[in-house]
């Protein structure tokens, strides 16, 4: 069995540091918890908007079909999982680690050490996130306001942070040096 040299993944006796340090480069902090507000809104038009649309053939095919097509409603919920699942899983677990709405907002989800997120990881993040506001709303986004990172509760138990895209960290960085 294989095992890689200390020092160059975490869990070996000298772990990596974190790939961006609120202290040393803030540019990567300033901004993100509002930004990634509003691309969780973004986001959730580009969710809702293909199911809204399927709603509404299932409700005019309901109609040729003499109410038969109607049966179609509870097929709905089920494909809006799976589209919303898909979604993330393919966009922010993509070579950008980000969905559309943390494109426009300029800024994308990380592994802490600074690698790209995969699918499985998106989507236990997409999982992890609802999961904790249903049960922990207020306490979800507090956390991002009392930590260095703006990194929200699933964030810290997944070792992600979402951070500004290195075009808007640049920017950040010419316009306060």
């Keep these: 069995m294989s095992q890689a040299p200390q020092g160059e993944r975490?869990?070996?006796?000298?772990?990596?540091?974190y790939a961006y340090d609120p202290l040393v480069q803030p540019e990567y902090f300033r901004g993100v918890l509002?930004?990634?507000?509003?691309a969780f809104l973004i986001d959730a038009v580009m969710?809702?908007?293909?199911?809204?649309?399927?709603?509404?053939?299932?409700?005019?095919?309901g109609f040729v079909t003499l109410g038969f097509g109607w049966f179609l409603?509870?097929?709905?919920?089920?494909?809006?999982?799976?589209?919303?699942?898909?979604?993330?899983?393919?966009?922010?677990?993509?070579?950008?680690?980000?969905?559309?709405?943390?494109?426009a907002m300029e800024i994308e989800m990380r592994q802490w050490d600074?690698?790209?997120?995969?699918?499985?990881?998106?989507?236990?993040?997409?999982?992890?996130?609802?999961?904790?506001?249903?049960?922990?709303?207020?306490?979800?986004?507090?956390?991002?306001?009392?930590?260095?990172?703006?990194?929200?509760?699933?964030?810290l138990i997944l070792g992600t942070v979402v951070t500004n895209a290195e075009t808007r960290a640049a920017a950040l960085r010419r316009r306060w040096a």
């Design 34 to 38: 509002g930004r990634r507000f509003i």
């Design 73 to 103: 409603f509870a097929l709905l919920s089920p494909g809006f999982v799976i589209w919303a699942l898909a979604y993330s899983g393919l966009t922010l677990g993509g070579p950008h680690s980000a969905t559309l709405g943390m494109r």
């Design 10 to 17: 975490p869990g070996y006796a000298e772990p990596l540091p």
């Design 114 to 155: 600074g690698a790209p997120m995969n699918s499985l990881l998106a989507v236990l993040s997409v999982v992890l996130f609802w999961v904790f506001m249903s049960v922990l709303t207020p306490l979800v986004l507090i956390v991002g306001l009392l930590n260095s990172r703006s990194r929200l509760l699933h964030d």
């Design 47 to 61: 969710i809702c908007v293909p199911v809204g649309a399927a709603a509404v053939f299932i409700f005019l095919f």
